[in-house]
């Protein structure tokens, strides 16, 4: 069937073709599980930082904190823009880039808009387009998240950036010789990371989230202020749909294929016997 | 005659007519008695199993040399850059005008946000080529389609030249009638990707690209927050870069709406997104955007998928 119809080719369609970024499971699964892919969408935006902003000093840099979080709510804003020209419900997979530069932070976001077929939503098909959802997820969670009785509602992101604390001269001196807890240090990266998470759970409550899934923390020193170190969180905001939550009951199974034993010649160097490693 | 992957006797060589320009070397090896394929094993065995046969690893180049955009040149504006409007009909333009007045002759009193036609057209033109060449090569022996298509953009050592370069092997269907209007179709899938796409009702008619390209010329408000200048009563606060925002999204949109131009109400699967800033000073940058996927056309009707069920496994 398949190859005869690629040396015949079918007429060429006068519909708006729909653009993804979606690969063939996903499309596959996506539209078993009743939805289907409508436009490639995206949302930039950068915004500044004001200068002096990494300059030594104590603490949060809550202005650096506060670009990231408009940067990512404006970016989020034109990505749920671009999904409701489309009359989108949502938005599926999309990819999250944060870039913090000296002066400024940059955020991108590209996704695939999506619909339910037929346009049925649960949320009413106004509503859905008017708000629509955004999320990381992938097409199979996203649909394994649907089938326990939960939906996507947006992004939730939380950035905090702080100083490296430091210590007196006298301090370091006499520590030096000591194996010792530096605990304005613990408790400088501890609270900067509570921060992070407490503001990204409050973004998801915002959003009208009951819980964020699929989490991603990221942390590190400035390459350009070696001195301030940065955390993020983001994930997905999820709320029950459903009554309650539906139990996938997963099928356990048993693969019954053989480890396979390969011959490591490694390990003749060390004069041993060729010992067989399993994969 | 020539043995084919599947052990039956094919004629050898490319068709005298369907040879073009092509480099001698390249005929020597399209009249070779062996097959070639960059497929790996898995779809080499998923092509066959499909019925499709692979005839020959083909790939196409073209290397282009950028002029010169500044002053002076064929592409510019004389003296100054700002042109006041787009470049050509229905391109990208968009101007900002320094709130201050006059300052100085410094001060940059405009702003203009560019969309530069003549890099998207010269992109397409190298693209374009490589990709011809590619095909002209599969139309030599006679393929319906290229399969596993992998192109590459890059520059040759440091001659300060752009390289595009394509890379597939042409198929020919088992027992199939000569490819449509006798242009071979390509697609990036190959092996079980390209068996579950054409089951799922949708047959590969081509791998398209496009480039967007903007130049953002800052105004005063630009270059000062771009550097973190709060001076000239700008915001002390993070603020949003309008232009450089306006500039990134509009890149982006123009390379979709240059992709879907070569769509003609066909769809595009697996889309990817590369985009490259470059930033120049005080605020100016060019940003490229390439919007690159494979453009297929439904054939029948979806066949609707049974939902998976969920596993657990036990290992």
């Known amino acids: ?279 | 005659m020539t043995v084919g992957p599947d052990g039956s006797e094919r004629s050898a060589g490319a068709p005298a007519q369907a040879r073009g320009d092509l480099p001698e070397a390249a005929v020597r090896r399209l009249e070779s008695t062996v097959f070639s394929s960059g497929l790996s094993v898995p779809d080499f065995a998923a092509c066959l199993d499909l019925g499709l046969e692979p005839v020959a690893l083909v790939q196409g180049f073209c290397v282009m040399q950028w002029g010169w955009y500044g002053q002076g040149s064929g592409y510019m504006r004389g003296l100054s850059p700002y042109t006041g409007g787009p470049q050509s009909a229905g391109s990208y333009s968009e101007t900002y005008r320094c709130p201050h007045g006059f300052v100085s002759n410094e001060h940059r009193s405009w702003g203009q946000n560019l969309e530069q036609p003549w890099v998207e057209a010269a992109w397409a033109q190298g693209y374009g080529s490589a990709y011809q060449r590619m095909l002209e090569e599969a139309t030599a022996h006679g393929a319906h389609g290229v399969i596993g298509v992998m192109d590459r953009v890059s520059s040759v050592a440091d001659t300060g030249t752009t390289e595009f370069h394509f890379l597939g092997t042409a198929v020919t269907v088992d027992d199939g009638p000569p490819p449509a209007g006798g242009v071979p179709w390509s697609t990036y899938l190959a092996g079980q990707r390209l068996t579950k796409s054409i089951e799922a009702g949708f047959m590969p008619v081509a791998v398209v690209a496009a480039l967007a390209s903007v130049r953002v010329w800052a105004y005063c408000m630009t270059e000062y927050l771009m550097e973190g200048s709060m001076s000239w009563g700008g915001p002390t606060g993070p603020h949003l870069v309008e232009q450089v925002s306006k500039a990134h999204m509009a890149v982006r949109q123009l390379a979709r709406k240059h992709v879907r131009q070569q769509l003609a109400g066909d769809e595009l699967h697996g889309a990817t997104i590369d985009v490259v800033a470059r930033e120049l000073s005080q605020g100016d940058e060019v940003i490229d955007c390439t919007l690159r996927g494979n453009r297929v056309r439904r054939f029948k009707d979806f066949d609707q998928v049974e939902l998976p069920r969920p596993t657990v496994r036990l290992a």
């Open chain 1, 1 to 279: 069937m398949g190859a005869q119809s690629l040396a015949t080719p079918a007429p060429p369609s006068q519909a708006r073709g729909i653009t993804s970024d979606l690969s063939v499971d996903e499309a596959l699964l996506l539209h078993a599980a009743g939805w289907e892919p409508l436009d490639l969408v995206c949302g930039v935006a950068v915004v500044s930082v004001p200068v002096g902003v990494w300059n030594w000093g104590r603490g949060a840099i809550s202005l650096a904190s506060d670009a990231h979080d408009q940067a990512v709510d404006q970016a989020a804003a034109q990505l749920r823009g671009e999904c409701s020209k489309v009359h989108g419900h949502g938005v599926v997979g999309v990819r999250v880039e944060v870039s913090v530069r000296t002066h400024h932070v940059d955020v991108e976001l590209v996704g695939t808009a999506v619909r339910p077929i037929g346009g049925k939503d649960p949320r009413g098909t106004d509503a859905a387009q008017a708000m629509p959802f955004t999320s990381d997820l992938s097409a199979r969670d996203f649909t394994l998240l649907q089938r326990a009785g939960w939906m996507p509602v947006g992004l939730a992101f939380g950035a905090s950036f702080v100083y490296a604390p430091r210590r007196t001269a006298g301090t370091a001196m006499k520590q030096t010789r000591q194996n010792i807890e530096l605990t304005n240090y613990t408790e400088a990266m501890y609270s900067a990371r509570e921060s992070a998470m407490e503001k990204m759970q409050r973004s998801a409550l915002h959003a009208g989230g009951q819980g964020v899934v699929e989490v991603k923390v990221t942390e590190g020193p400035m390459s350009f202020a070696r001195h301030a170190v940065g955390f993020t969180a983001w994930g997905t905001a999820v709320r029950l749909v459903a009554e309650s939550h539906q139990f996938v009951q997963p099928q356990v199974i048993l693969p019954l294929d053989d480890a396979v034993v390969t011959f490591e010649a490694e390990s003749l160097r060390s004069g041993g016997q060729g010992r067989g490693r399993k994969r």
